[in-house]
Nanobody, 125 residues
Framework: VQLQASGGGLVQAGGSLRISCVAS????????VAWFRQVPGKEREFVGQ????????YYVDAVKGRFTISRDNVNKTVHLQMNSLKPEDTAVYYC???????????????????WGQGTLVTVSS
């Protein structure tokens, strides 16, 4: 599977933005998908994960209650809806996928074998 992220942009603090990740390949439903983010000089940070069929999600505390991950396996798309954005959410956001049949949450970038190209989200104060 291959991934392509889109939808980033500039938004004011308190605003909302939805970014998307479109997959190609026939086995998208076999992959768990996560969103990571990265700012210059820092390691890539796990944001959240959605399981294969979309009925289970996990988020880090920093975004819990503000961000929502959803997926549409028919259209091979994963969305990250970001509400109540803060300046500290400014980063390049990456979608990533890993083939998995377990329920464990994978929070490390090294656990993901497929990456999208990243999309920049800038939140102004």
């Amino acid at each position: 599977v291959q991934l392509q992220a889109s939808g980033g942009g500039l938004v004011q603090a308190g605003g909302s933005l939805r970014i998307s990740c479109v997959a190609s390949g026939r086995t998208f439903g076999d992959y768990r998908v996560a969103w990571f983010r990265q700012v210059p000089g820092k390691e890539r940070e796990f944001v959240g994960q959605i399981n294969n069929n979309g009925d289970s999600t996990y988020y880090v505390d920093a975004v819990k209650g503000r961000f929502t991950i959803s997926r549409d396996n028919v259209n091979k798309t994963v969305h990250l809806q970001m509400n109540s954005l803060k300046p500290e959410d400014t980063a390049v956001y990456y979608c990533a996928a890993r083939w998995s049949t377990t329920a464990a949450v994978a929070m490390f970038a090294s656990q993901y074998s497929v990456w999208g190209q990243g999309t920049l989200v800038t939140v102004s104060s």
